[in-house]
């Protein structure tokens, strides 16, 4: 059974500095591996979807990683900035289980002024 | 702007009564899913649907049923609420596999 384990659980920063969040996961037979942003009180956004095949995507200030063989997945953000604290959730499919997402329990970002 | 209705947004329920939760999708995308989301657990699939007219069992589908009548409606209902069902329903829907999930706001869900 696949397990998403996503370390620290919560973080602060100062805004600007750089930063990185982790996600681990069990069973490296995946499709891909995507990363989500979830305000409080609302749903989840999808921020990049990384392909097994793939090493890294990028969007904006937001890099992922993917290192399937290890079964890691990093996040890294550029120049945090204050509207950046949400919690983020990693997440990832399976090969074999028909677009069935295992979810990490997430690292809730807090950036500071 | 295109994306994913559900409702209500917030629901307190009796227990032993029944309950459907809506969800709506206008992007025209095969496959929907319900997640609830407790803390602690995180995110647990109940139930998938990859096209219309097709539902399967996710991690945790005891105590309730979908139907996937046509692409866009994909309703969760629970048969008799208890307690241990009080969480926060998410609704999903991506195009096929291996395509990025989206979300609906999210209903919560009371049982006392």
């Known amino acids: 059974k696949q397990e998403v384990t996503q370390i620290p659980a919560a973080l602060s920063v100062p805004e600007g500095e750089n930063l990185v969040l982790n996600c681990s996961f069990t069973?490296?037979?995946?499709?891909?591996l995507q990363w989500f942003r979830q305000d409080p009180g609302k749903g989840l956004t999808s921020l990049l979807l990384?392909?097994?095949?793939?090493r890294e995507q990028t969007s904006g200030r937001l890099n992922a990683s993917l290192d399937k063989s290890s079964g890691r997945s990093t996040l890294y953000i550029a120049a945090s900035q204050p509207g950046d604290s949400a919690t983020y959730l990693c997440?990832?499919?399976?090969?074999?289980?028909?677009?069935?997402?295992?979810f990490g329990t997430g690292t809730r970002l807090q950036v500071t002024l | 702007i295109a994306g994913i209705t559900q409702a209500p947004t917030s629901q307190i329920l009796a227990a032993g009564r029944r309950m459907t939760l809506r969800c709506t999708q206008d992007?025209?995308?095969?496959?929907m899913y319900w997640y609830r989301q407790d803390l602690g657990l995180g995110l647990r699939l109940i139930h998938y649907?990859?096209?219309?007219?097709?539902?399967g069992k996710g991690e945790v589908p005891d105590g309730y049923s979908v139907s996937r009548a046509n692409t866009d409606d994909f309703p969760l209902t629970l048969a008799s609420a208890v307690p241990s069902q009080t969480s926060v329903y998410f609704c999903?829907?991506?195009?096929?596999?291996?395509?990025?999930?989206?979300f609906g706001n999210g209903t919560r869900l009371t049982v006392t």
């Open positions: 999903a829907s991506s195009e096929q596999y291996n395509s990025p999930l989206h």
């Open positions: 069973d490296s037979a995946i499709y891909n």
């Open positions: 990384i392909q097994s095949s793939q």
């Open positions: 997440a990832v499919e399976n090969t074999g289980t028909a677009s069935k997402l295992t």
């Open positions: 992007m025209r995308h095969n496959a």
């Open positions: 649907s990859n096209t219309a007219g097709t539902t």
